[in-house]
């Protein structure tokens, strides 16, 4: 390229301090505001101003060593960072390498959201128009020392306020998780690594677990067992009428009532699915538990294969995360988007077919946003109206996106209720019993979040704290010996996905040296 061609002309050192600029003004607002908010101290927000501008400048004098690698490193990072401040202006969300997970998963947002009118204005202006401007910029080689030195004022300014005040910046930073999750472009670099991270369990050993399980019947029939869990979609504890919601979201399951037992202290192991989900089958709890273990570790499903069940996994939601990797799939859903009716279909058939012991296990879109409208028949008769279609959730007056919410909650409840229809259906040759529990919860513009997956220590409770119900066939609890009333006296405590590994094994009566009894929601009831 000659000389004619270039917009402007910029020294090494003026070019990486007006790139340090750019990336502070133009995506670090959220940064900025997070950092005004713990105290509301403008010379807070200053001196983080001026430690970040000269730590970037400090950076890019070592990673720019040539003009074009400023240009090889530079633009890629101001194009992915003009998508990254996208998603954490429209949803206030925060970037760790759970939610780089989902966002690969396209579990936070849907696939056609990408094709948001106001993501591509964020991505043109934002990113294409200033990698236009470094493309057209002619970059005077500098050496080190040249693009170091003007890195060192607001370095040596910032030391001498922080200096002083030490200990408090440290745990500022210690108890301000926040912070670095939305420092654009630290935030998603780290959480790359994060990931690249997790992948590294691919190529590790393949781990068994229930190398010693052994089925012992305990039930006084014959009939063979058919345990259903339902895996919930972001419906969350605070809009379900059975833990004490004013509005009635849990009405299609009010004629099973005196079989269903409710756990309103229930709590998720993670705020988003693809923590969640492998975590409920785990052995391991939220604690112990590794987030990418799931793609060589054995699970729940795999110790009910072991003694002889037949594994069926019916996703309508993205994928069952690499928790059904050695049984049965089902994806009944062949258009780009499906309502979770069509879990259902030709579902009694199949179980009669399969005849033999069954876990099955349908993975539910369930209450997943933003378009929660979506979620439930556009021509059913909603009951919370007027309920907002729009994907860009600051933009719906929040009864409306309420109510959107809610009737998602709604129809997912009519879906378990036509679940339960069929589980009775299918009694005569079956002791049934249904689980459902979310997988994380949501927020809903409270303290102007949305959507899920914040990291854990620092989410609200809403993204947390989930329904649960289990339901029991009368007879099944019978033929169990399993005391209702017992477990309902129990199911006031609290309770989290930790338990259902424990639970599951319980109820069918299987020995295996990774049973927790403790943690067993139907030991302390079973006669
Ligand atoms: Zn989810």
């Known amino acids: 390229m000659n000389n004619k061609t270039y917009f402007f002309t910029l020294k090494a050192w003026q070019f990486n301090l007006t790139y340090a600029l750019f990336i502070l003004l133009a995506f670090n607002y959220p940064f900025l505001r997070r950092l005004y908010e713990i105290n509301n101290s403008l010379f807070m927000t200053i001196t983080g101003f001026i430690t970040v501008l000269g730590l970037l400048q400090l950076i890019l004098s070592l990673l720019f060593a040539t003009p074009r690698l400023a240009k090889i490193i530079g633009i890629p990072l101001i194009l992915i960072g003009s998508i990254v401040f996208y998603f954490m202006s429209a ?8 939610m780089l997970l989902n966002v690969i998963r396209t579990d936070i947002y849907e696939a056609g959201d990408l094709f948001r009118p106001m993501l591509l204005l964020f991505f043109l202006l934002l990113g294409i128009l200033p990698s236009y401007l470094i493309y ?19 370095l040596l300014l910032s030391a001498l306020i922080i200096a002083p005040n030490f200990a408090t910046f440290k745990d500022i930073l210690r108890n301000h998780k926040e912070l670095r999750y939305s420092l654009i472009p630290s935030n998603y670099i ?21 190398l010693d399980a052994k089925a012992h019947p305990y039930w006084n029939n014959t009939k063979k067992n058919l345990f259903v ?34 756990y309103p202290e229930f709590y998720a192991c993670g705020t988003s699915t693809a923590v969640s989900v492998p975590c409920m089958f785990s052995k391991d709890g939220r604690k112990d538990f590794q987030p990418g273990s799931e793609l060589n570790t054995a699970n729940l499903i795999d110790i009910f294969s072991k003694v002889g069940y037949h594994g069926l996994w019916r996703d309508n939601n ?12 089902e994806v009944p859903c062949t258009r780009k988007s499906c309502l979770d009716d069509v879990l259902l279909t030709g579902l009694e058939q199949k179980i009669r077919h399969i005849n033999q012991d069954t876990f099955l296990i349908l993975h539910q879109r369930g209450s997943h946003g933003p378009d929660y ?10 009951p919370y109206l007027p309920a907002c279609g729009s994907a860009d959730l600051k933009s719906c007056p929040p009864q409306e996106l309420i109510n959107a919410y809610d009737n998602s909650v709604y129809y997912g409840n009519i879906f378990l209720q036509k679940t339960i229809d069929i589980l009775k259906s299918l009694a005569d040759e079956y002791n049934t019993v249904l689980v459902y529990a979310s997988d994380h919860g ?11 997956s914040m ?8 993204q947390k704290h989930i329904p649960a119900l289990i339901w029991i066939a009368s007879q099944t609890a019978r033929d169990f010996g399993l005391d209702m009333q017992c477990l309902r006296r129990h199911a006031q405590q609290y309770h989290s996905h930790d338990n259902l590994f424990h639970s599951f094994l319980g109820l069918a009566g299987i020995s295996v040296s990774e049973y927790n009894s403790s943690l067993d929601i139907f030991a302390p009831c079973r006669k």
């Open 318 to 329: 993205t994928s069952c995360q690499d928790n059904c990797n050695r049984i049965e799939l």
């Open 229 to 262: 869990f339902v895996v919930g979609e972001t419906a969350r504890a605070a809009n379900f009428s059975l833990g004490g919601y004013s509005r009635d979201t849990a009405a299609p399951l009010r004629p099973y009532l005196s079989e269903i037992i409710y």
């Open 442 to 452: 949501e927020s809903l513009g409270e303290d102007g979040l949305f959507l899920h």
């Open 190 to 210: 780290g959480s790359v690594i994060g990931v690249g991270k997790m992948y590294d369990e691919l190529i590790r050993p393949f781990t068994d677990i229930g």
């Open 91 to 98: 949803y206030n969300i925060l970037i760790d390498k759970v």
């Open 373 to 382: 409208t979506g979620r439930y028949p556009a021509d059913w008769q909603a």
């Open 136 to 154: 057209k910029t002619r970059i005077l080689p500098g050496n080190f020392r040249s693009r170091l030195y003007p890195a060192l004022p607001p």
């Open 455 to 462: 990291p854990y220590d620092t989410a609200p409770d809403v």
